[in-house]
Nanobody
Framework: QLQLVESGGGLVQPGGSLRLSCAASGFTLDTYPMGWFRQAPGKEREGVSCISSSGISTNYADSVKGRFTVSRDNAKNTVYLQMNSLKPEDTAVYYC??????????????????WGQGTLVTVSS
């Protein structure tokens, strides 16, 4: 059974940083593109970032470009999302996912092999 478990969410002040982790079990990540999407209360799902199976290519939403960095360690079967310069509008539940491809719209549309239970990120003073 494909399973993804996120960790690292929490409360942070504006301008602060958090690092989210996503550990996989039941399958090896190295043949899948991996991504992160988020959903804030009352808002639609938003694809945030994606990284190719090799780690060579990455993709970011305009809203997070220059502030967030996605990475992966295939040896540890883990994907990361480093979030810097956080803003209140980044507040959302963040989900790790294995999308069909690395187009952000793919995650927004829900074309996923697997996704996690989510971790809450709250940016507030």
């Amino acid at each position: 059974q494909l399973q993804l478990v996120e960790s690292g969410g929490g409360l942070v002040q504006p301008g602060g940083s958090l690092r989210l982790s996503c550990a996989a079990s039941g399958f090896t990540l190295d043949t899948y593109p991996m991504g992160w999407f988020r959903q804030a209360p009352g808002k639609e799902r938003e694809g945030v970032s994606c990284i190719s199976s090799s780690g060579i290519s990455t993709n970011y939403a305009d809203s997070v470009k220059g502030r967030f960095t996605v990475s992966r360690d295939n040896a540890k079967n883990t994907v990361y999302l480093q979030m810097n310069s956080l803003k209140p509008e980044d507040t959302a539940v963040y989900y790790c996912a294995a999308p069909f491809n690395c187009a952000l719209a793919t995650m927004t549309q829900g074309d996923l092999y697997a996704w996690g239970q989510g971790t809450l990120v709250t940016v507030s003073s």
